[in-house]
Every structure is written in C-alpha cells, then in structure tokens.
C-alpha cells in the first residue's frame, strides 16, 4: 500500500483538515473575545504558538491511534478505517467547523454595514422629529434631568479619504500614575500628523469622548466623519515599554496596517522614544493614505532633562481646566520644568500662554498680560520655527490686544506648520468674528469643526453665529449636532432659546428653564456665575418680574459682570421699578447706581461697560445730556471700537438709553442704522421685548420699522 492511500486510510488527512479549520475558528474566537476584555497582545501570540505546536503531533496521534466503538486502541494496520462512523462524523466536524467560519465572517463583514444602514435611517427619523420639535421649551436646569441623547447625525460632508481619527490609546501598565504617559504619547502623535497638510486628522477634543468606548469602528467613523480609524495601547513596566497600533478602515473594519513597538525606557530617552513612535507611526500612515509623509520629519527634543518634561506632561494633562487653581498649577509646573532647563523653548510657551488664560478668564490685570507675551517672546527667541508658539503668540495678540491683523499674520505661519490643526482654524473663527467678518469666520469654523466635529465650543461657536446673522435654520441645524454630545456644556443648554428669543422675540421656550413641574421658580445658574446675569436680563425681557426680583434678591454680590455689561443691583432694581411704574423707588436705586458705577471708574477709567451702565441710571434720573454722553463714551473706548461683537451689543444697550430720553423719531432713526449691522445679538423682534419701548411701539415711524425688520410671524 502507498504511502498516500495509508494516510487516508488512517484519516490523516481528515484529522489535518479538521485541525485547520477549528483552529482558525479558535483564533476568529479569540480576536473577538481578547479584543473584548482588553487581553494583552502576548495572549494571542501565545494561542497561536499553543496552536501551531499541536499540529504535527495530532497528525502522529492520527497514525497511531484510531477511535471506535471499543474507545481509543493501537492501529495494527488491518482495519479499513475509510468506511467507518468515526470517519463520517470527522468529515460532519470539519464540514461544521468551515460552516462556523463563514458564518462568523459573513457576521464580522456585513454585519456592522447592515446595522449601520438601519443607524442611518433611525438617525434621519429622529433628526427629523428633532427639528419638528426645536420650539418647545427647554428645560436644562440644573436640578433637571438632563436632554434626551440623540444619535447624532454625519457630519454634513463627504468622509474625505485621507482624513483620521486617533484613538486615545488604551493605558494597560500596571503600575499606577502613568495616564500622563499613554496621553503624551497620543498628543506628540496627534502633533506630529497634523503637521501632514495632506491628512486630515481629527483634534485631541473629540477624541477624548471615546476614550474606554465600547462603539464600534464603524459608528465611530460615521460620528466623526472619517474615513479610517488609529487605535492602540500602552504597556509600561518598569524600564519597558511596549506599543501597539493598528490603522482600520472606518467603513469595512478592514486592518491597514498595524505595528508593536517594544522598547527599553529610561530616563534619558523618554521624548526620543515617544518621538520614535510618533514618526514611525506617521510615516506609515502616509504610506498607506497614499499622501506625502511630510510628517515623517523628525523634530528635535524640545528637553534632554527628562524630570523638565516630565514635568511638562503632567502640565499638559490638565489643560483643558480653565478653572484659576488649574491654571496657577500649569504655571507652576511649568516654572519648575524652566527651573530645571531655562532654554526649554515649550514650557516656556506654554507658561506664557497661561498667563494669557489668567487675564483673558480671570484677572484682567495688565500684569499677567505683560508676562504672557514675555515668556511668549522669550520662547520664540529660542525656537522661531516652532509653530505651536506662532499658535500661542497669534492667542497673545487676539486676547491681550484685541489685535486682529497681528494675530492673524502669526496664525498663518502657525498654519504652514500645522495645516491639520484644528485649534487654529477654531482661533481663526474667533478672531475674525470678533473683527466683524462673519464669511470668514464661517469658512474658518466649518474647518475647525471638520477637524473636530464633537467640540462643544466650535459647535456653539458656529450656532451663536448663526443667531448673530439671524440665520434660524443654520443654529437648528448645529444645535442637533451639539445636544448629541454625551457631555452639553452649561452655556450652550438653552443656546437654542436665546437665538430664537433674540431674533424672532419668542420668550416662552426660554423661561420655560426657570419653571419646573409643579410651577415653582427655579434659578438656572449658580449665584454670580456670569450666567447670572443672561438670567436677570432673560426673565426681565419676558416681563416675569417677579423672576427678576428674586434673582435680584438671591445674589449676594452688588453686582455681576461679563465682558459685555457691569450691572449693579441698585441699577437692576430701578430697571424693574421704572417699568412697574415705581418712579421714586427707580430714581432712589438710580442714584445709589450711580454712586458705585464713579466708584468703579475711578479705579478703571477705561471701562467702557460701567460706562453704559452709567448711561443707564442717568436715562432714568432725566439726566438726557448725561446719559448721551456716558453712552458715546462708552463706544469710544478701544475695546469696542475693536471688538464688533462687544459694540454692536453696547449699541444695542445704547438705544435701551435712547428709548427713555429721546423722541420716537430719533429712536426709530438710530434703531434703524443698528439694525443693518450684519451681526447683532439683538434681532428687532428681541430688541422691542424691553418695556422701555412701551412708549414708542405706535408712533408711524416704529410701525415703519416693524415692517420693515419684523419676522416675529415668519417663525424661522
């Protein structure tokens, strides 16, 4: 007999086919299940190996062993094994096993493009029950339950083929304070792709929503609008490290390209390695991206102190806080990364940068400005090429200075550096918002939320846009996008109902916050918060006068402020008492107003809010000259002579002056060149809900202005 037909008739071959198929059944198994727990990589390995070491003895088992009726015996080579029972059922295993492997594949395969089609229209439903009810009020209180989560629509654009989301890269070290590590890893990788203008790489912002998700590759890709997806993981123990990342097409699930990087670590090469992996990385994903791998190129080490950068790490790790204490922590972090080296060009940038966000959301004093931009300078001094410190010196010229066409000049060069960037096409929109160019600041956003599209702050940015040209649909269509944020951030819950209440006049969705379901006020925001006083000024354009009064009363301060008002509670109280007809109780509080608002000029001379405020109280004591002049002082100051969203909303408060001292065709005058300001918060609709307008509304040249402006009707 042959060699061949004894292999058959001992079922050799059958047992090897067998063997084949129920282990890559085994591994399709494992791929799911280990991906699933979080397994480390060496567990598949090590069942591949386990599987690959079995071969060839089930084969020699298969020779010399036969199972049958009387159990497992010796093949003394006489039994014709071919034709019996215990061959049959081998080739029904084999033949279930290869059926269990096409079913898992047609699963893996289709599966996901199957429940994504059903996604998708699940989606276009609710985005259109969405819409139907945008009117109703909202309730976003903070001892209300949160908004209902929608899933949230693609993004409204084709996926580009080159564009990518990172992952934040899962941290699998057993040792503990290390989250700073893995997340410096995946922000030198974000960094270095962005430099690639042919990539399109979504921001650090966005990504941190999925950081530990359990959605799947395919609904990330549709929620981000990319076309592929990195995902990887860290392992640091002791003086090892090791790294895996694998590149995965966002709409088939199919694997690109994947690596491990297993390396010894040590001190003094910490950068080097993250930089290593960053580049390697990068290089790889221009290669299978079919782009220019211009973000190969490999930056120097900003440090060769590692305690100096790791310092730096831990800076970094809690910038998104721009609470004041988390701000003088990064400073002094980083002041103890400069202890250690003075020539480190980052650190030293990003101190300056901190001393910007000190002024810019707390102190207002010009010397945290003056250091900002010197620790800036000093920076660029060092490193001139460095983009991200020609990013942080164009925030420098639009904070500090207000200096649109500086930053704009420094952004361009930042841009050249970083094309992917979507803080600088976010900074962009800012700044030309802020300089009154509402086209730009559109096409400047849309980019940054291309590059960004789950960013609480671009998604409002571009519906506060929408409301300041007026553009209902435009803020509808951004607010389905911003409530399906697993996180809606406090100054955007009711963004929807103030556009609609300052275009359109519609008061009712709004107050609706204030009111919960047995009818019992509520005070939407923290006493003394900035939002404090949107509410005063919310429930006091809606006549709900008694909301007003308690607002007034619940704040233990004499006054709130934001960048575009200072209103003292003495002035607030005679706002309600004018139009309730309390005419001594308005001028009494008006004086007292008065009284503080010298005080606060005497100190800041230059504050063109308390100004406003000033010409306020004069309207009400009959003081018309007065009140003229405070107002037109208080536009000429630098901040809103540079500042069009500040002007056009102290123009706004101006005609609110104008209407208590002047003639009905004077107001109707001014009204009307206010009113063909491109961008405005205060559509006229909104505008005339201020009581102080009572007067006016049926002299012939207010119906004039009705006529023409008016959309109240229109409801869009």
Known sequence: MSLFNELKRRNVFRVAAAYVVIGWLILQVAEIVLGFIGAPEWVGKAIIALLLLGFVPVLALAWVFEVGPHGVRRDDGTNARDASPQARRLDVITLGSVVLVMLLLVWQHLGSALTGEQDGRQAQQESRVTQQQAAPAVQAVQSAPPPARVRPEPPPFEVPAGSIAVLPFTNRSAEPDTAYFVDGIHDDLLTQLARNDQLIVISRTSMMEYR????????????????TILEGAVQRAGQRVRINAQLIDAKTDAHLWADTFDRELTPENIFDLQSDIAVAIASALGRTLNVGSTAASRPSAPTLDPEAFDLYLRARAIRDEATESRIRERIELYRRALARDPKFALAMGELGREYVNLFWFHTRRDADRSEGGRWIDQALELAPDEPQLRLWRAEYFYRAHLDYEAALEELDRASEGLPGSAEAAGLRGFIERRAGRPRETIAALERAVLLDPRSGQVLQALMETGWLLGDLDTVSRWNAQLVALPEIPQTAIALHSQARMGVLGESGPLMARYVDSTGTVLVAAPVGTPTYGFDFHHAYMARDFDLAKTLIDTLAEEFWEDQFSLVPKALARAQLALVQGRDNEA?????????????????????????????RAKAILGEAAAARDAASRSLAMRIPSRDQLIRAELRAEQLRVLAMIDDSDTLA??????????????HFDGL????VFDAHRDHPAFQALAAKYSRKDSGA
């Open 587 to 615: 001028r009494r509080e008006a004086a007292a107003a008065i009284v503080f608002l010298d005080a606060v000029l005497k100190e800041h001379p230059d504050d063109y809010r308390a100004y406003m405020a000033q010409a």
């Open 212 to 227: 530990d998700t359990t959605k799947n590759v395919r609904q990330i890709g549709e929620e981000l609008g990319v076309a």
């Open 688 to 691: 005339v809900l201020d009581p």
């Open 669 to 682: 005058s001014a009204m009307d060149d206010y009113l063909q300001l491109e961008m405005k918060y205060w």
